[in-house]
């Protein structure tokens, strides 16, 4: 692609002004033969004039190569402007994705921390509605207990022969106060159980969103709610049998044969009540400590079955499998390092690739809608065209019409002119014509045709001048096509750069086989000259640190060095294998034979092998070419650029 340069204008328009200074120079000097009768001093005179323009043009000549040098510094400082926007550009995108990753991280510590809260939020609330409903079940077992020893005091102390005493009366009251607070129990677990069944419902709603995360948790939470359940069952049945009591006991208490001794009953009563309440908490002491004999056998076993496990992992452990499995790990890590690092080196390669491609693209853009804009203007002045037409056309047949009328004026002017009965002609004129008089008609048709004869060729002026505007417009419409195929060839052009960049960059190498003998000769002689190991071996010295060399030279070397193997050997260092084929054998199948198995093999020669095509190395395109050029070898693939002369 050939660059503009700003500056060449000024620099062609200065060496045409030399040029005609010198032309001047060379016309005075042959003007100077027709001055020999002059004096002296004219001449020097004129001769001082022309020092005098060749030092102006002169000075000249120096403000322009000054002005060139400050443009060349102006265009250096703005393209180095441009690269540290282009870095500074690179570097922010880089910034922004670590805080991107940043991001991440910390909503995903967010949620872990949100779900673990929500866990404990319900196990906390789980346990608090265990522990309201353990006491209301407390509660109620001792009053059904209340209720029965009173139920088994008053069939005993109760005498049916006699009519009820106060004592009697104490007594029941003392059971309808029991008795509703009874009542006021079983509600207050009736509320609980409602709201123990609106917890159940938050609760499912709860599992199903943390279902996916939390399956442990939820069969905890199943599994308590099924105990909750069937406790609830139980002091259901009890509370149907308390109210089966409690009615036994309304229907006994209005018997008049019921009957209660004295006051040594009741007193017995509250000794044997408070007698009751002792066992009870001496039942829920045992209870509660059978729970924790039972909570610490419990975590024992677990213990003592963790500890099993991790024997059984430490008696099937394997260090050396281990240590494999750690290495595969690293290797892997460090593979996914050099995929990144290979990535980022490969986007800054084609930054200023892709950055052209863009620019190359806008332009495109803004050159169609160029295209398109001329084309709409082109449609618009031929629309205008084909009006103008039309009414040209439509102006001549006016025209037409009016010669008519007048040629109709004409005769009946001859006839006015010809006859006597003057007045008929008049008449037979207005009728036909609109006006008696022929000469008016005729006098004023003429006048409009003029007028059409204007428009006529004010419309073929606009004609003339939009097809001329057209003509201008097309060849600006062949301009804008020509630079739309230049441009698609430039784009074309970076597109191939950019992909031949990302399949240098990211392709890895770990061997590279030299073709020996085809390195041994200068193609841009016009025999081939034979250059012998000059070349090759500085590539070899070079090539060594970054990759494994493989040389495989023809049999025909010896002959062409003179020399045996150990001596071509020899001249290069230890770290590259020298292969020289067996003689009659080619070095060809050879050096296919080296490539064909590891895809990070690589050949460098300027062969093309049309032999193996089939071979994977050659189909692959494994291939890698080198240029010798004067005294330098370049191998553009591998950054290799070395003068071997």
Same mark, same amino acid.
């Given at each position: 692609m050939i660059e503009y340069n700003p500056l060449a204008k000024n620099h062609n328009r200065l060496k045409r002004s030399i040029e005609e200074l010198? *032309? &001047?120079?060379?016309r005075k000097s042959g003007e100077l033969s027709w001055y020999n009768g002059t004096s002296k001093e004219k001449l020097q005179k004129y001769i001082l004039s022309l020092e005098f323009e060749n030092t102006k043009y002169q000075s000249e000549v120096r403000k322009s190569a000054i002005k060139i040098n400050k443009f060349n510094t102006d265009i250096e400082e703005i393209r180095k402007q441009i690269e540290s926007i282009v870095e500074l550009e690179i570097k922010e995108k880089q910034q922004e994705r670590v805080k991107i990753k940043k991001g991440i991280k910390e909503i995903e510590e967010k949620i872990k921390a949100s779900e673990i809260h929500v866990k404990e939020v319900i196990k906390s609330i789980i346990k608090t509605k265990f522990l309201q409903v353990e006491k209301i079940d407390n509660d109620l077992d001792c009053e059904y207990k209340q209720v029965k020893a009173l139920k088994g005091n008053i069939?005993?102390?109760? @005498?049916?022969? @006699?009519?009820?005493?106060?004592e009697q009366n104490n007594y029941v009251k003392e059971y309808k106060s029991l008795n509703n607070s009874t009542a006021c129990k079983i509600e207050s677990k009736l509320s609980m159980q409602a709201s123990i069944s609106y917890f159940q419902r938050n609760l499912e709603n709860l599992e199903m969103s943390i279902s996916s995360h939390f #399956? %442990? *948790?939820q069969k905890i939470v199943l599994q308590c709610l099924d105990e909750l359940k069937n406790s609830l069952n139980i002091n259901n049945k009890l509370r149907k049998n308390l109210?089966? #009591?409690i009615h036994y006991l309304d229907t006994n208490s209005s018997n008049p044969q019921l009957n209660i001794n004295d006051c040594k009953n009741k007193q017995g009563l509250k000794k044997y009540k408070i007698d009751i309440s002792k066992l009870e908490n001496i039942i829920i002491c045992e209870c509660r400590q059978k729970e924790e004999i039972e909570k610490n056998v419990e975590q024992n076993k677990g213990k003592i079955r963790k500890t099993i496990f991790d024997i059984g992992k430490l008696e &099937?452990? #394997?260090?050396?499998?281990v240590k494999g499995l750690i290495a595969n790990l690293e290797g892997k890590i460090l593979r996914k390092k050099q995929q990144v690092q290979l990535k980022e080196h490969v986007d800054r390669k084609l930054v200023p690739i892709i950055f052209e491609i863009n620019r190359l693209g806008n332009e495109k853009i803004e050159i169609t809608n160029n295209i398109i804009n001329t084309n709409n203007y082109i449609e618009g002045a031929e629309s205008s065209m084909r009006l103008a037409d039309s009414s040209i056309e439509n102006a001549n047949n006016i025209i037409k019409k009016i010669e008519v009328v007048i040629t109709k004026a004409k005769r009946f002017k001859d006839r006015l002119n010809n006859s006597v009965d003057r007045r008929s002609i008049h008449e037979q004129c207005e009728l036909e014509l609109g006006d008696g008089s022929p000469g008016r008609v005729v006098h004023e048709k003429r006048g409009l045709i003029r007028e059409q004869k204007e428009l006529i060729n004010e419309q073929r002026d606009l004609k003339s001048e939009k097809r001329r505007l057209i003509n201008e417009k097309k060849e600006l419409l062949r301009k804008y096509k020509r630079q739309v195929t230049g441009i698609n060839r430039n784009? *074309?052009? =970076?597109?191939? $750069?950019a992909f031949k960049v990302s399949e240098k960059e990211s392709r890895t190498i770990d061997t590279i086989v030299i073709d020996g003998n085809n390195m041994c000769y200068? =193609? /841009?002689s016009i025999n081939d000259k034979f250059i012998e190991l000059r070349a090759i071996t500085k590539v070899a010295s070079k090539l060594k640190d970054r990759f494994n060399v493989i040389i495989v030279f023809d049999s025909s070397i010896r002959a062409l060095l003179r020399n045996d193997d150990e001596k071509i050997r020899s001249?290069? +260092? %230890? #770290? +590259?294998?020298?292969?020289? +084929?067996? /003689?009659? $054998?080619?070095?060809?199948? /050879?050096?296919? &034979?080296? /490539? %064909?198995n590891n895809n990070q093999t690589y050949i460098v020669s300027n062969d093309r092998y049309g032999e193996f095509v089939n071979e994977e190395a050659v189909k692959n395109g494994r291939l890698i070419r080198h240029e010798i050029v004067s005294n330098k070898i370049f191998i553009h693939d591998l950054d290799i650029n070395i003068q071997w002369k």
């Open positions: 010198k *032309e &001047k120079q060379k069939k005993s102390r109760f @005498n049916p022969l @006699n009519w009820i005493s106060k #399956d %442990s *948790e109210l089966k #009591d &099937k452990f #394997d260090a050396k499998k784009i *074309e052009k =970076n597109q191939k $750069e200068d =193609n /841009t001249q290069f +260092v %230890s #770290d +590259v294998m020298i292969h020289i +084929v067996a /003689t009659k $054998e080619l070095a060809d199948k /050879t050096i296919i &034979k080296l /490539t %064909s």
